[in-house]
């Protein structure tokens, strides 16, 4: 199962209008958050500012997420990185690899 599918099927909607959020059970909420931990720490060691590339429809749950794990952390939809234009060069580094 992909990461989106995941992050997706444990969306809490709250009634009050409040924002979504991912509701993960505390296993997978650490396997998450150690499988994107250890992904930007391998590009930081290469020396390259590190940003999450996802699909539009988890972006902003992806960012809550692991906002109080990785704080400032960057996290951008592949339409955003679309719409930049082709003066826009993408290598991508690596791969966010959760064992659910």
């Known amino acids: 199962q992909s990461?989106?599918?995941?992050?997706?099927?444990?969306?809490?909607?709250?009634?009050?209008g409040g924002e979504p959020f991912v509701a993960l059970d505390p296993v997978d909420g650490r396997k998450w958050?150690?499988?994107?931990?250890?992904?930007i720490a391998q590009v930081r060691e290469k020396n390259f500012l590190p940003?999450?590339?996802?699909?539009?429809?988890v972006?902003?749950?992806v960012r809550s997420?692991?906002?109080?794990?990785m704080p400032g952390t960057i996290v951008l939809s592949i339409?955003?990185?679309?719409?930049?234009?082709?003066?826009?060069?993408?290598?991508?580094?690596?791969?966010?690899?959760?064992q659910w």
């Open 33 to 39: 958050i150690s499988a994107v931990s250890s992904a």
């Open 3 to 16: 990461a989106s599918e995941k992050i997706l099927q444990h969306t809490v909607f709250p009634k009050d």
């Open 59 to 61: 972006r902003s749950l």
């Open 65 to 69: 997420a692991i906002a109080r794990e």
């Open 79 to 98: 339409n955003e990185i679309m719409a930049a234009g082709s003066n826009i060069s993408l290598e991508i580094l690596g791969e966010i690899d959760v």
């Open 51 to 57: 940003i999450i590339m996802c699909a539009a429809e």
